[in-house]
């Protein structure tokens, strides 16, 4: 049997619904919807606003981060800033402390190990 391929467009719409509702609140909002899993990691569509958090957050494994529409500001532990827009993406890696500013609702690809959402 073939794998069955999703409406990447209807599934980042459907994110982007999810998070509206705090977005129009003016809330920082942070929505996924899960793709699937493929060698035992967890992909999912999501979309961030605002600023997920005030201080950098540790990360216990390995995430990469595809942005799909927008940009976000990924800030690391010493305060250093890094910048990825529509088609760029990164690795945050594990044990490292990190802090997401999405400026405006931003879709991204989020591939993490299965199990650690």
Known sequence: MQPRVT????????VRKLAAGKVLWGDASEACLELGR???CQVRVAAGYGQMSTEPQLIPYDQFIWILD????IYDATGTETRISQGESTVLYGGEAYRLVFPQLSLYLLVEPEGDA
């Open 7 to 14: 409406d990447v467009e209807r599934v980042k719409k459907q």
């Open 70 to 73: 927008g940009h976000a500001d």
């Open 38 to 40: 493929l060698e035992c």
